[in-house]
């Protein structure tokens, strides 16, 4: 009987803990300049995987890389203004004409997101420019970029 509940317990002890590492871990970047920046703020705030990109010098891609460092992320999810075909953080755009530039920094970023990249914008990539930015930064990182 002993023998049989030791063996229950260890099976429920590795159910649970298969359970909460299959949880999804996300990361939210939020960019200071974004249009609902209040409201977001307020719903992330208190969250461990939560930054804010601001009007630092240092540019946006880079603050992003640094704060993912010892990091592991399922997705990775930036609240950002955009317009088609460029993503406009505080202190730089990221055009398909600029996006390399960057690569460095962008590349990094692979190393800590497992899933996707989704851009809070449902029309950054609806154009010509908009799918040719897409392209640049999936091959760049590696990683699929979505939007909402």
């Known amino acids: 009987m ?5 063996i229950v317990c260890i099976i429920m002890t590795a159910i649970f803990s298969s359970s909460a590492q ?6 939210t970047i939020l960019d200071f300049n974004f249009q609902n920046f209040k409201e977001i703020n307020s ?5 461990t995987n939560f930054y804010i990109v601001g009007d ?15 990091k592991q992320v399922d997705e990775l999810h930036i609240y ?39 851009i809070q914008d449902s029309e950054v990539f609806t154009t010509q420019r908009g799918l040719e930015l897409k ?13 909402l």
Do not use: M, R
């Open 22 to 27: 299959s949880k999804s871990k996300n990361f």
């Open 80 to 118: 950002v203004p955009c317009k088609p075909g460029s993503i406009v953080f505080s202190n730089i755009a990221l055009t398909p004409d600029n996006v390399e530039e960057y690569a460095f920094y962008l590349s990094q970023w692979a190393a800590h997101v497992t899933g996707k990249v989704v």
């Open 2 to 6: 002993k023998k049989t509940i030791l």
């Open 56 to 70: 630092s010098k240092v540019l946006a891609p880079v603050q992003i890389s640094s704060v993912l460092t010892n």
């Open 135 to 147: 392209i640049k930064l999936e091959k760049i990182t590696g990683l699929n970029f979505t939007t």
């Open 43 to 47: 719903q992330f705030k208190d969250e």
